[in-house]
């Protein structure tokens, strides 16, 4: 069963305008959430993270949400710009700092210039 | 700093036929970890090392796969024989300090 889901396969934004990005989970026991980007032909390439004892972590245009209760997060882009446009995926962690991360689906982002 | 290096970047092979994926990670790097990536699904784990032991390969799909890490440094991921699901791509990150995978660019998988 799929514990880190991304149920929209792709999302298109125009530039300069907000991208959300969401992703929910079924797993209590996460407490370790991160944001990867992924360009076609490369590997993925970590973004934002934030640990479950925040509901918040930001940096420069990139802003992570956390909603424990809803065991539902978010990625805020703004302003979305045409470079933005890759695969994000959603990933989680649980237990000790090593454990394995655990990735979404997926969403592929476009920026419309 | 050189980064995660994996080749080949494109194999193909006919089912039945035996592929080796090897991985050198970031010098230093203690953990090494396999994932794959079938048809746009999710980044699925496959298994993880500390050095050279298998810390979790409770991703491994089934006994036709086999990891090894050869002195704690670069790894290996055979699949004998090969069948057509097993189709993807296949990535390895290392990280030395909690959370800090990088990826390599990974390697295409096709089973024809």
């Known amino acids: 069963d799929q514990q880190v889901k991304q149920n929209s396969p792709s999302l298109s934004v125009q530039e300069g305008r907000i991208s959300i990005l969401n992703c929910d989970y079924t797993?209590?026991?996460?407490?370790?959430f991160l944001w990867y980007k992924k360009y076609p032909a490369e590997g993925p390439t970590f973004l934002i993270s934030?640990?479950?004892?925040?509901d918040k972590n930001e940096d420069g245009r990139f802003t992570v949400f956390l909603n424990k209760s809803a065991k539902h997060l978010s990625l805020h882009i703004v302003p979305s710009q045409p470079g933005d446009s890759a695969v994000y995926f959603c990933a989680a962690s649980k237990g000790t700092s090593y454990d394995k991360v655990i990735f979404g689906p997926g969403t592929s982002l476009s920026v419309i210039p | 700093e050189a980064g995660v290096t994996q080749f080949p970047s494109h194999s193909v092979i006919e089912k039945g036929q035996t592929v080796t994926l090897r991985c050198d990670p970031i010098s230093g790097h203690d953990n090494l970890y396999w994932y794959r990536r079938v048809m746009g699904k999710e980044i699925k784990f496959l298994l993880h090392?500390?050095?050279?032991?298998?810390?979790?390969e409770s991703g491994m799909p089934n006994n036709r796969f086999l990891a090894e890490r050869t002195g704690g440094t670069y790894s290996t991921l055979k699949v004998q024989p090969a069948e057509l699901e097993d189709s993807g791509v296949y990535f390895c990150?290392?990280?030395?300090?909690?959370?800090?995978?990088?990826f390599g660019s990974g390697t295409r998988l096709t089973v024809v």
């Open positions: 090392f500390v050095k050279e032991s298998k810390q979790d």
């Open positions: 797993n209590s026991m996460f407490d370790y």
């Open positions: 934030i640990s479950s004892i925040k």
């Open positions: 990150a290392s990280s030395q300090e909690a959370y800090g995978y990088t």
